[in-house]
T-cell receptor, first 113, second 114 residues
Framework: DTGVSQNPRHKITKRGQNVTFRCDPI?????LYWYRQTLGQGPEFLTY????????KSRLLSDRFSAERPKGSFSTLEIQRTEQGDSAMYLC???????????FGSGTRLTVV | AQKITQTQPGMFVQEKEAVTLDCTYD???????LFWYKQPSSGEMIFLIY??????QNATEGRYSLNFQKARKSANLVISASQLGDSAMYFC???????????FGAGTTVTVRA
């Protein structure tokens, strides 16, 4: 297993378009997290899955954002009607237990023009 | 309210010297986890070190050590013998009791000079 994989690495989209990002976690990890990171800031929590169940969503996650994790494997994060303020790095992480840390993917950098 | 504070936005360190990155936190939880992550310019977050709130000994991982002072609510990261490849953003992060998500500080940028 090569770690957490995120696709695409970069996405440029026009304001108002929909975008979807994918995260493939480490296979034995049952927990999956999405974070958003703007330039020069720490990542902010968006949502968290345990297996296929979405257990928590941040208030940052407006109704334009939706995340799924079908069958408890990969996850997708969709942003509808993108706005310039959505421009950020979207990070995915997975974990089995907190004791050994969370493994992050390389992120998807979204630019809304 | 739970808060993580990293007061040093940027630091310069000479190669082969040690550097200490500050992290203080505010929580009423008794059980929590403390993490440090490194984020190079390429963007990936690299796990460095973990300390549990009940761990009595300070955590060490190679050149990284965590100076945990529970009463002062601080968890400083010490990087010994700095290398050019240590230039990156460093984040202090925490998990709180019954909450698996990580909460991050604002980060400190470290630049190692030859």
């Amino acid at each position: 297993d090569t770690g957490v994989s995120q696709n695409p690495r970069h996405k440029i989209t026009k304001r108002g378009q929909n975008v979807t990002f994918r995260c493939d976690p480490i296979s034995e990890h049952n927990r999956l997290y999405w974070y958003r990171q703007t330039l020069g800031q720490g990542p902010e929590f968006l949502t968290y899955f345990q297996n296929e169940a979405q257990l928590e969503k941040s208030r940052l996650l407006s109704d334009r954002f939706s995340a799924e994790r079908p069958k408890g494997s990969f996850s997708t994060l969709e942003i509808q009607r993108t706005e310039q303020g959505d421009s950020a790095m979207y990070l995915c992480a997975s974990s089995q237990t907190e004791l050994y840390g969370y493994t992050f993917g390389s992120g998807t950098r979204l630019t809304v023009v | 309210a739970q808060k993580i504070t990293q007061t040093q936005p940027g630091m310069f360190v000479q190669e082969k010297e040690a550097v200490t990155l500050d992290c203080t936190y505010d929580t009423s939880d008794q059980s929590y986890g403390l993490f440090w992550y490194k984020q190079p310019s390429s963007g990936e977050m690299i796990f460095l070190i973990y300390q549990g709130s009940y761990d009595e000994q300070n955590a060490t991982e190679g050149r990284y050590s965590l100076n945990f002072q529970k009463a002062r609510k601080s968890a400083n990261l010490v990087i010994s013998a700095s290398q050019l490849g240590d230039s990156a953003m460093y984040f202090c992060a925490m998990t709180f009791s019954n909450d698996y998500k990580l909460s991050f500080g604002a980060g400190t940028t470290v630049t190692v000079r030859a």
